[in-house]
């Protein structure tokens, strides 16, 4: 039997099983989910036993537990680990969604659900991609597996878990599908991530919501002042404006500056995909390399006062932020963190009082294309989809892929399935049926070539 014959023959049963854990909502955002997380690492162990792995147990860490399981052949072999999450993001707003988001439906040729690309659709296609390298004797390495499920929050507690179990982690190479590629058309894998810095900011001016009418114009407003301090971040050149930002932001090389501009892209079809008249960023940068080798800065989220039906003429007593940088490799997320704290102290007016607490952060990624692993995975995604894939640097960030690095000292290659119109994060998640299963085969493939 062959790869795609042995696909073929499973597919139903592939799907199913993706299905019992898409049905499992592990919002890991949400404490009342917590026994869903519990379910759904369970069902994993489940799934990877059936699959092949000679060993798969839940472990503890100080958060959500972790999913580990093993394939050991040889100590002579060299050994993969695959990593992957098994929560996902919660599904709010539900009236935007056309089916129940943990009722996972057929249509269109899609998976409509949430966590039918990001991540559990993109973790069963590894692990049905080693079922398959497995059954038809193509499987030359040790394979291990670690599925977390803290990734949607920062993987808070992966970075004890990786250092308390280092020695059952060693691996040569990490195998992620947690990525997107191009498109359908243009295929890619991703070779560079950003990182990430997170922050929450309240301004607190008078000790009580007040009459706008009697303190107006008299007192400062801690929404007004909030909205200056974050817009004044980002200057009229697309810059950010905090002291000692770009310090340890690198130039990509020519070489790369060249592979960025060979990407196919129409920015006129991707200002109509999100019904924007015009693209904004920093000056002197491609829309492209704005998005993937550029630092950025934005508000996640903004409130303060009154926000119910109708008018109350207050002037409020607080206002809040959540904020967020995408930073490029090299910029240290912990340093970015003290200078915008730095910075927010300097320059807030003394007329209100001004906190701000960080959240999660991680650092960026970079994955150099003559890795052994990495040649294989684009052999791989050639043979299974007909065209070699580009290496592209993505926007998005996985803190946890440079703490592997800087804990176990592996490198990850980033094997990602997903297109930007699966809509991960937001209502209506869907995955292609069609790039499901080139997936599985692309893994089985890849077994084949890395030994």
Same mark, same amino acid.
């Given at each position: 039997?062959?790869?795609?014959?042995?696909?073929?023959?499973?597919?139903?049963?592939?799907?199913?099983?993706?299905?019992?854990?898409?049905?499992?909502?592990?919002?890991?955002?949400?404490?009342?989910?917590?026994?869903?997380?519990?379910?759904?690492?369970?069902?994993?162990?489940?799934?990877?036993?059936?699959?092949?792995?000679?060993?798969?147990?839940?472990?503890?860490?100080?958060?959500?537990?972790?999913?580990?399981?093993?394939?050991?052949?040889?100590?002579?072999?060299?050994?993969?680990?695959?990593?992957?999450?098994?929560?996902?993001?919660?599904?709010?707003?539900?009236?935007?969604?056309?089916?129940?988001?943990?009722?996972?439906?057929?249509?269109?040729?899609?998976?409509?659900?949430?966590?039918?690309?990001?991540?559990?659709?993109?973790?069963?296609?590894?692990?049905?991609?080693?079922?398959?390298?497995?059954?038809?004797?193509?499987?030359?390495?040790?394979?291990?597996?670690?599925?977390?499920?803290?990734?949607?929050?920062?993987?808070?507690?992966?970075?004890?878990?990786?250092?308390?179990?280092?020695?059952?982690?060693?691996?040569?190479?990490?195998?992620?599908?947690?990525?997107?590629?191009?498109?359908?058309?243009?295929?890619?894998?991703?070779?560079?991530?950003?990182?990430?810095?997170?922050?929450?900011?309240?301004?607190?001016?008078?000790?009580?919501?007040?009459?706008?009418?009697?303190f107006g114009g008299a007192v400062a407003n801690p929404v007004n002042v909030?909205?200056?301090?974050?817009?004044?971040?980002?200057?009229?050149?697309?810059?950010?404006?905090?002291?000692?930002?770009?310090?340890?932001?690198?130039? %990509?090389? /020519?070489?790369?500056?060249?592979?960025?501009?060979?990407? $196919?892209? *129409?920015?006129? #079809? @991707?200002?109509? &995909?999100?019904?924007?008249?015009?693209?904004?960023?920093?000056?002197?940068?491609?829309?492209?390399?704005?998005?993937?080798?550029?630092?950025?800065?934005?508000?996640?989220?903004?409130?303060?006062?009154?926000?119910?039906?109708?008018?109350?003429?207050?002037?409020?007593?607080?206002?809040?932020?959540?904020?967020?940088?995408?930073?490029?490799?090299?910029?240290?997320?912990?340093?970015?963190?003290?200078?915008?704290?730095?910075?927010?102290?300097?320059?807030?007016?003394?007329?209100?009082?001004?906190? %701000?607490? /960080?959240?999660?952060?991680?650092?960026?990624?970079?994955? $150099?294309? *003559?890795?052994? #692993? @990495?040649?294989? &995975?684009?052999?791989?995604?050639?043979?299974?989809?007909?065209?070699?894939?580009?290496?592209?640097?993505?926007?998005?960030?996985?803190?946890?892929?440079?703490?592997?690095?800087?804990?176990?000292?592996?490198?990850?290659?980033?094997?990602?399935?997903?297109?930007?119109?699966?809509?991960?994060?937001?209502?209506?998640?869907?995955?292609?049926?069609?790039?499901?299963?080139?997936?599985?085969?692309?893994?089985?493939?890849?077994?084949?070539?890395?030994?």
């Open positions: 039997m062959s790869v795609k014959t042995y696909i073929e023959s499973n597919k139903e049963r592939f799907l199913e099983e993706l299905f019992t854990l898409i049905r499992i909502p592990s919002i890991s955002a949400k404490q009342e989910h917590k026994p869903d997380m519990l379910a759904c690492a369970g069902k994993w162990v489940e799934l990877l036993l059936s699959s092949g792995a000679d060993n798969a147990v839940v472990m503890p860490t100080t958060g959500n537990p972790v999913v580990y399981g093993e394939k050991l052949l040889s100590p002579e072999a060299p050994t993969v680990l695959v990593y992957s999450h098994y929560d996902v993001m919660p599904v709010e707003p539900l009236d935007l969604w056309n089916s129940e988001p943990f009722e996972p439906v057929i249509r269109d040729g899609r998976i409509w659900a949430r966590g039918a690309d990001d991540d559990k659709g993109q973790a069963m296609i590894q692990v049905k991609g080693f079922e398959t390298a497995l059954n038809e004797g193509l499987l030359g390495c040790n394979v291990k597996f670690m599925f977390e499920g803290e990734e949607e929050i920062g993987s808070p507690s992966l970075e004890a878990f990786c250092r308390e179990h280092k020695e059952l982690l060693r691996a040569d190479i990490i195998l992620v599908s947690d990525t997107s590629m191009v498109s359908k058309e243009v295929l890619s894998l991703t070779t560079g991530l950003r990182g990430l810095a997170y922050w929450e900011v309240e301004v607190t001016g008078p000790n009580r919501d007040l009459h706008s009418g009697h909030l909205c200056k301090l974050m817009a004044d971040i980002t200057g009229p050149d697309g810059k950010i404006t905090i002291p000692g930002f770009y310090d340890d932001v690198e130039e %990509v090389s /020519p070489v790369e500056k060249e592979m960025i501009a060979q990407i $196919p892209f *129409d920015e006129e #079809a @991707y200002k109509r &995909a999100i019904d924007v008249e015009e693209l904004a960023g920093e000056d002197g940068y491609s829309t492209l390399e704005r998005n993937s080798t550029r630092p950025s800065f934005d508000i996640c989220g903004i409130w303060g006062g009154y926000t119910g039906e109708g008018s109350k003429t207050v002037l409020p007593s607080k206002a809040f932020a959540k904020v967020s940088c995408r930073l490029v490799p090299n910029q240290d997320h912990a340093k970015i963190s003290d200078l915008f704290m730095e910075y927010l102290a300097k320059v807030a007016p003394k007329s209100v009082k001004v906190t %701000v607490r /960080p959240s999660h952060g991680g650092q960026g990624y970079v994955c $150099p294309i *003559d890795l052994p #692993a @990495y040649r294989a &995975a684009e052999q791989a995604i050639e043979v299974a989809f007909h065209k070699k894939p580009l290496a592209v640097r993505r926007g998005g960030s996985i803190p946890i892929i440079s703490t592997f690095e800087q804990v176990l000292g592996t490198k990850s290659v980033l094997m990602g399935f997903g297109l930007e119109q699966n809509a991960i994060h937001s209502p209506n998640e869907n995955f292609e049926l069609d790039i499901f299963y080139k997936g599985i085969e692309s893994v089985a493939e890849f077994y084949r070539i890395y030994k």
